[in-house]
């Protein structure tokens, strides 16, 4: 385990953390004006190799050369001039730090970090890191990386955990969650959706099946994996006779057969590496998934409708269904006593993270490529 201490005086500014994979979903702006929860699990802590935050280039002003060199292959919005390697933690793991609220970055709702770090050392005043928890931004302090200073603490790391291990003792990232909204004149507002985390892992594989289909059809396995990635799949690529075929493939699954050409597998929640499979008789593409989804797409945990009796208790999450007159109170949402067990909209991937993927991709140098990058830097009602 590590802490990291001020550079400027040395003195501490997290709890002891472990380090684990930087999520996809690390930078994910979702929707307008929704309640993200905390990015990290408590005690751990993410490392971006990028650069990220500002100051902020334009594509307009950068050098293919320079944007090569740093693993951009196709034009981007813009490129960071921060530095990089910044560390990610959850807000509850900082200590001995003071935040400045001015330095509000632009947000709407809270902090967004667009001035800076938000967050200096208490002892020596040092800018050590930026905290972020503005509207349809995920909760987190991002640590300065020439700011800070890592040291170990409690002799070694402990061993990431086997595949084994994590089938037996890590749980499915649900597909849909309750999206709360910040409060208005009704106060704070729920509603099902599908998973921002699913939104963003989704983006990124969608990457990785273009590249992987080589220009022609693929075909995903039923079920949710369908629901996830078929309908943009089919948007993006062309029809054709030759179609490369998608399986889900992992640890405790069969070794898939001769005809598969691309494997959808898991990545390791701390060290960020892929599946590798053994014993195939033919190469096959891996398309990364986070864990948690990997885990749920092959072991889905369905919700049962429980019976019962009379209404539903008033603190109980319900799902507005219309409206109706109150006296005195002008519109009021009107509910329906059953919760509905998904959304009631497409599943969409995420298109910041399937252009950010896409872009760092060699491959989308290739002209079919680069022209459905250009095409759907605004995708949104495609994916």
Not at 345 to 351: E, L, M, Q, S
Request: with cysteine.
């Amino acid at each position: 385990m590590f802490v990291f201490v001020c550079a400027g005086c040395g003195a501490e500014l997290t709890a002891p953390l472990s380090e684990v994979a930087l999520p996809v979903h690390a930078h994910q702006t979702y929707g307008n004006g929704i309640q993200l929860p905390v990015l990290m699990e408590s005690g751990t802590f993410a490392v971006d190799p990028e650069p990220w935050g500002p100051p902020w280039r334009r594509w307009e002003q950068i050098d293919s050369d320079e944007a090569a060199a740093r693993g951009v292959h196709a034009p981007v919005p813009a490129l960071s001039d921060g530095e990089p390697g910044a560390i990610v933690i959850a807000p509850g793991d900082m200590r001995g730090t003071l935040l400045i609220p001015e330095k509000r970055g632009g947000a709407c709702c809270g902090l967004a970090g667009g001035d800076g770090p938000n967050m200096v050392c208490e002892a020596c005043a040092l800018p050590v890191a930026t905290r972020i928890d503005d509207c349809s931004l995920w909760q987190a302090v991002w640590l300065t990386p020439n700011a800070v200073d890592r040291l170990p603490v409690g002799g070694a790391d402990t061993e990431p955990r086997s595949w084994k291990e994590l089938m037996e003792e890590a749980r499915g990232t649900p597909p849909y969650e309750s999206i709360v909204t910040w409060g208005s004149g009704l106060g704070s507002s729920h509603h099902l959706s599908w998973s921002p985390q699913w939104e963003a892992a989704a983006g990124r594989a969608l990457a990785h099946l273009l590249v992987a289909s080589e220009g022609q059809p693929v075909t995903v396995p039923n079920g949710m994996v369908k629901e996830m990635f078929q309908r943009a799949l089919d948007a993006l690529l062309p029809t054709g006779r030759q179609v490369r075929r998608a399986v889900l493939a992992g640890p405790g699954l069969p070794v898939p057969d001769a005809g598969v050409d691309i494997l959808l597998v898991p990545v390791h929640p701390q060290t960020g590496r892929s599946w590798t499979p053994t014993g195939l008789t033919a190469p096959a593409y891996p398309v990364p998934l986070p864990f948690g989804v990997w885990r749920w797409l092959v072991s889905p945990r369905s919700p049962l409708p429980v019976p019962g009796s009379g209404r539903v208790p008033d603190d109980v999450l319900r799902e507005p269904v219309g409206r109706r007159l109150r006296a005195g109170s002008g519109w009021w949402p009107d509910f329906d006593d059953s919760f509905p067990l998904r959304p009631q909209y497409a599943f969409r991937a995420d298109p910041r993270t399937f252009q950010h993927t896409l872009a760092r991709l060699p491959a989308v140098r290739s002209p079919w490529l680069h022209e459905i990058l250009d095409l759907t830097l605004d995708m949104r009602s495609r994916l």
